[in-house]
């Protein structure tokens, strides 16, 4: 995962993002606040960790997607658009 709130929360409804600070340091994750190479991270990557956003929506979800990772949601909050698409095939 690679955005703000990492090291300090900026949303305005509660989140747990500093949690994917504790990952930053086992193989095979990426947690940062920002990296130049960013697009390159998640177009090497398997999955891709999609917290919840400032409210109820995530652009990360469609990250994940045109990077090609399967998107492992991290809200039961978020909305996923488009509801007649079969979610549960494709994410996690």
Do not use: M
């Amino acid at each position: 995962f690679v955005g703000r709130g990492v090291s300090k929360a900026y949303a305005v409804t509660e989140n747990f993002r500093w949690r994917l600070a504790a990952l930053a340091d086992l193989p095979g994750f990426v947690i940062a606040e920002h990296r130049d190479d960013y697009r390159a991270v998640l177009g090497k990557s398997i999955f891709c960790l999609v917290p919840k956003g400032v409210g109820t929506f995530s652009h990360r979800l469609f990250e994940a997607l045109l990077a090609g990772c399967v998107p492992v949601i991290l809200s039961d909050d978020l909305r996923l658009p488009f509801p007649e698409l079969p979610w549960q095939r494709f994410t996690l």
